[in-house]
């Protein structure tokens, strides 16, 4: 059963802007915090910014903090990242994931239980 599906992903030039959707089923829409992830050539997994539900509590790594923005839509199951100023070492498959993560552990991915399949983001210099 798919939990989680993410769209939004491309090909955009250094600067530009691109969004992208996570959509939240079964058991991973009543997770208590959304997150995302992104992983580059050659790297770790590594965090990139997560929020809770009902709290309104978000973090952010500090590579994207002031450039990109987690937001929720409840009604819809839905989690956005709206990414602007897009630099080409934010090239990466992104990934949303879900579960029931304490304030202090946002950014441990062992702690999420959902993960989407991924979509690759390219930005180009």
């Known amino acids: 059963q798919v939990q989680l599906v993410e769209s939004g992903g491309g090909l955009v030039q250094a600067g530009g802007s691109l969004r992208l959707s996570c959509v939240a089923s079964g058991r991973a829409r009543s997770a208590s915090v959304m997150g995302w992830f992104r992983q580059a050539p050659g790297k770790e997994r590594e965090f990139v910014t997560a929020?809770?539900?009902?709290?309104?509590?978000?973090y952010y790594s500090d590579s994207v903090k002031g450039r990109f923005t987690i937001s929720r839509d409840n009604a819809k199951s839905t989690v956005y990242l709206q990414m602007n100023s897009l630099k080409p070492e934010d090239t990466a498959v992104y990934y949303c994931?879900?579960?029931?993560?304490?304030?202090?552990?946002?950014?441990?991915?062992?702690?999420?239980?959902?993960w989407g399949q991924g979509t690759q983001v390219t930005v180009s210099s």
């Open positions: 929020t809770s539900w009902s709290g309104g509590i978000t």
């Open positions: 994931a879900a579960g029931w993560v304490s304030s202090s552990s946002f950014q441990v991915q062992k702690r999420y239980d959902y």
